[in-house]
C-alpha cells in the first residue's frame, strides 16, 4: 500500500539553508523524550504506540457493539465535545456521502452530533427531530462531567426511554468514559449500558483511535480495521529510528517550527479542495491549538476550504499580513467521476474545458493558488493523500498526532495539558451559582457591577 506524502520544500525556500536541518538534534531528543516518557505531559503518553496495540478482539467487540446499534436504530446521537466528537466527526464527514441526509436508504443509521455546544435551539430541533423515531445515544465524555455533553445525555436519555421503554433503551445506550469515575460511569453502571474506556493515559484530542471515535464510526458503517491499519503505517513510518530526512512527522515539526521561530509565520493554514475535508481541519486545530498554545506562545492552527474560500479569504491570504504559511492536504484521486459537460451557446466561454475530469478543473486550481501564494509570500507544505478511505484517514491521523507531540516539545511546552480550558467553566459555574463557587461567584458579581 502507498503512503501519504508530505512535500515541505516551497516551505523550506522561505527558511535560511539547512534552517530544518538545524532541528534534527532537537528532533530527536524530542522523540527520545516520549519513547522514554521523560518529557513533561508523560502520563499522557497512550496515544505513541496506541495503533499496533489495538488487538482483533478489540476491534470486533467495537463491531459488535456497532452491530447492535445499527441494527436497533434509525439514527445515533453521538454525545461528546472537543476531543471527545471532532475525530469521529472528522472521520464521517471525509468518508460519507455529502448528501448522506437526502440519500440514505435505510441501510446506515444516521448518524447526529450533539453535546458540543449549549444552543437551545440546537438541541430543541435535535429532540423535535427523533421524536418518535427509535434512537440510540453514545454518550462520551472523559471526565464525565462536562456540562455540555451532560446536558444533552439529560434529555437524550429520557426521550429515549419514554419513546423505547427502559429495558429497550438500556441496549441502544453506550457510554464511553473513564473506567471509574464521573458521572458518566455513574449513569451506565446504575443502568447497565454497554461501556468503553477511555484509558487515563490518553487525552481527549489523542482519543480518535480509542472506542471515543472507533465505535461512532463503525456505527456510521466504515471499516475501523483499516483506519486502525493506516496508522499502524503511519506509526512505523515516523518511528524514532526513522532516519530524521524520511521521518514525516519530523520533518513536518521542525518545518513549522522554522517558519514560526525563525521567519515569524505565526498562523498556519490548513488547507482542503475536498469540502469532505471540513471537520478534518477542525479536528487538527483543537489537536495542535490545545497541545500548542500555551506559556504565551503557540502557531495559531486556522483552516479554509477551497475553492469556496479563496472567494472570501483569498485576499487576505494573497496580500494580507505576511504572518501566514499553509499546509495543503490534496486527495490525489477522487472516488467518483464526473466529466466537465458540453454546452451549445457556451454563453459562460467554458467549452474549453468540456470533456475534463471535473477534477483536473480543481487540481489546476490547487496548482495555481499554491503558485500565487507562494508568489505572494507564503509558505507552503504539501501533503499528497492517494485517495479518501478509512486506510489513508488512519495514516493522516497517526501522523498528525505525532507530529503535535513532536512539535509541541520543540516550542517547550507540555502538549499533552489544557489549564486554559477552565478558566471559562470557572467563570460560567460562578455566574450560574453552581455549589462549591460561592466566593467566585461573589467575586465575578462585585467585578460586572464595577464594570456595568
Ligand atoms: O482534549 C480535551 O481534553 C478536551 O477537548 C476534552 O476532550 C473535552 O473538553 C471534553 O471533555 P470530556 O471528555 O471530559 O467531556
Request: proline content about 4%; aromatic content about 10%; hydrophobic content about 40%.
Amino acid at each position: 500500500m502507498e503512503k501519504i506524502k508530505l512535500n515541505t520544500k516551497k516551505a523550506e525556500q522561505f527558511l535560511k539553508a539547512g534552517a530544518v536541518e538545524g532541528f534534527e538534534e532537537k528532533v530527536k531528543k524530542a522523540q527520545e523524550a516520549l519513547e522514554n516518557a521523560t518529557c513533561e505531559g508523560n502520563d499522557f503518553l497512550g496515544w505513541l504506540h496506541l495503533p499496533s496495540e489495538i488487538s482483533a478482539d478489540f476491534i470486533a467487540e467495537l463491531q459488535q457493539c456497532a452491530d447492535t446499534l445499527r441494527s436497533n436504530c434509525e439514527a445515533i446521537v453521538v454525545a461528546g465535545i472537543g476531543g471527545s466528537y471532532l475525530g469521529a466527526k472528522a472521520v464521517i464527514e471525509a468518508l460519507s456521502n455529502s448528501f448522506q441526509w437526502l440519500v440514505n436508504d435505510g441501510s446506515n443509521p444516521t448518524i447526529l452530533f450533539a453535546g458540543n455546544n449549549i444552543g437551545e435551539d440546537y438541541l430543541s430541533e435535535l429532540t423535535a427531530y427523533l421524536k418518535g423515531k427509535k434512537f440510540g445515544v453514545i454518550n462520551i465524555s472523559k471526565s464525565g462531567t462536562t456540562t455540555e455533553t451532560a446536558l444533552t445525555f439529560r434529555l437524550l436519555k429520557k426521550q429515549c426511554e419514554e419513546q423505547r421503554g427502559k429495558e429497550e433503551a438500556k441496549k441502544v445506550i453506550v457510554a464511553i468514559t473513564d473506567a471509574k469515575k464521573g458521572a458518566a460511569r455513574a449513569a451506565a453502571t446504575k443502568e447497565g449500558y454497554k461501556t468503553f474506556v477511555i484509558p487515563d493515559n490518553v487525552g481527549g484530542r489523542f482519543s480518535v483511535l480509542t472506542p471515543v471515535g472507533l465505535l461512532p464510526i463503525a456505527c456510521a458503517g466504515f471499516d475501523i480495521k483499516k483506519l486502525v491499519e493506516g496508522a499502524v503505517e503511519m506509526e512505523k513510518a515516523c518511528d524514532i529510528n526513522v532516519p530524521f530526512a524520511e521521518n514525516p512527522a519530523a520533518q513536518y515539526a521542525a518545518v513549522r517550527n522554522g517558519l514560526y521561530q525563525e521567519v515569524g509565520k505565526k498562523i498556519e493554514i490548513m488547507v482542503n479542495y475536498q469540502p469532505k475535508l471540513h471537520f478534518f481541519s477542525e479536528w487538527w486545530k483543537q489537536l495542535y491549538g490545545e497541545s500548542e498554545g500555551k506559556e504565551g506562545k503557540g502557531i495559531f492552527p486556522a483552516s479554509c476550504d477551497f475553492t469556496t474560500d479563496l472567494h472570501s479569504m483569498g485576499q487576505w491570504i494573497q496580500e494580507g499580513e505576511r504572518t501566514i504559511y499553509e499546509t495543503v492536504i490534496s486527495i490525489e484521486k477522487p472516488n467518483r467521476e464526473l466529466l466537465f459537460p458540453n454546452d451549445e451557446d457556451n454563453l459562460d466561454g467554458l467549452n474549453f474545458l468540456v470533456g475534463k475530469r471535473v477534477d483536473e478543473v480543481n487540481k489546476m486550481a490547487e496548482l495555481g493558488t499554491r503558485l500565487a501564494h507562494i508568489d505572494g509570500g507564503v509558505p507552503n507544505i504539501h501533503i499528497s493523500v492517494p485517495k479518501l478511505d478509512e486506510y489513508y484517514i488512519g495514516q493522516l491521523i497517526y501522523f498528525f498526532e505525532k507530529a503535535c507531540g513532536i512539535s509541541g516539545l520543540l516550542l517547550e511546552v507540555n502538549p499533552f495539558n489544557q489549564p486554559g480550558v477552565e478558566a471559562y467553566k470557572r467563570n460560567m459555574f460562578a455566574l450560574l451559582d453552581k455549589p462549591g463557587y460561592e466566593e467566585d461567584s461573589k467575586a465575578i458579581k462585585k467585578r460586572l457591577a464595577e464594570e456595568a
